[in-house]
T-cell receptor
Framework: NAGVMQNPRHLVRRRGQEARLRCSPM?????VYWYRQLPEEGLKFMVY????????ESGMPKERFSAEFPKEGPSILRIQQVVRGDSAAYFC?????????????FGQGTRLTVV | GIQVEQSPPDLILQEGANSTLRCNFS?????LQWFHQNPWGQLINLFY???GTKQNGRLSATTVATERYSLLYISSSQTTDSGVYFC??????????FGKGTKLTVNP
């Protein structure tokens, strides 16, 4: 019974490149959430998706960031033209139902370093 | 939106000691979870506890929803308990709001 799978675990990008982070939810989970953690801080919500739909993207920067959760395959968080300030740990979580009344499980995170 | 505050921010213990971590939240909740982030950065689910009391081995948690707080108890602490403990809550939306965490160091 695999948990939430994220890859890659570590990603190094030069300024101006694109970063693609992948998240496969737990089996039977159709709700996916992305969070960002800066050093020495808690996790901050970015975006909530269900299959093929973005439900809430209120925490995601309007420019350079996008997310999708296609009918087939993992959820993708895409950061275009990365800058040093994008360096952080990005966590994905999944849940069986809408987050208000069900437990969410997190992946191991992707640590993005922009050089 | 809901505010989540954790205390203390830092805690240093000797192996074998007991501790209590506190989480206060500013609104009624329909989801509250405790996590342990280990030194490798992995987030481990400890408890899903919007109300009531649960126990799992040396750890237990209590949420008093009417008074808007939750407590995490760690008994007979071990060095492997070191890391950051996060409380996170959902109130009226679908997203978990995290506190800033309690950094626990257990010394041998």
């Amino acid at each position: 019974n695999a948990g939430v799978m994220q890859n890659p675990r570590h990603l190094v990008r030069r300024r101006g490149q694109e970063a693609r982070l992948r998240c496969s939810p737990m089996k039977g989970h159709s709700h996916v959430y992305w969070y960002r953690q800066l050093p020495e801080e808690g996790l901050k919500f970015m975006v909530y998706l269900q299959k093929e739909n973005i439900i809430d993207e209120s925490g995601m920067p309007k420019e350079r960031f996008s997310a999708e959760f296609p009918k087939e395959g993992p959820s993708i968080l895409r950061i275009q033209q990365v800058v040093r300030g994008d360096s952080a740990a990005y966590f994905c979580a999944s849940s069986r139902a809408a987050g208000g009344n069900t437990e969410a499980f997190f992946g191991q995170g992707t640590r993005l370093t922009v050089v | 939106g809901i505010q989540v505050e954790q205390s203390p921010p830092d805690l240093i213990l000797q192996e074998g000691a007991n501790s209590t971590l506190r989480c206060n939240f500013s609104d009624s909740v329909n989801n509250l979870q405790w996590f342990h982030q280990n030194p490798w950065g992995q987030l481990i689910n400890l408890f899903y506890i919007p109300s009531g009391t649960k126990q799992n081995g040396r750890l237990s948690a209590t949420t008093v929803a009417t008074e808007r707080y939750s407590l995490l108890y760690i008994s007979s602490s071990q060095t492997t308990d070191s890391g950051v403990y996060f409380c996170a809550a959902i109130s009226g939306s679908e997203k978990l709001v995290f506190g800033k965490g309690t950094k626990l160091t257990v010394n041998p």
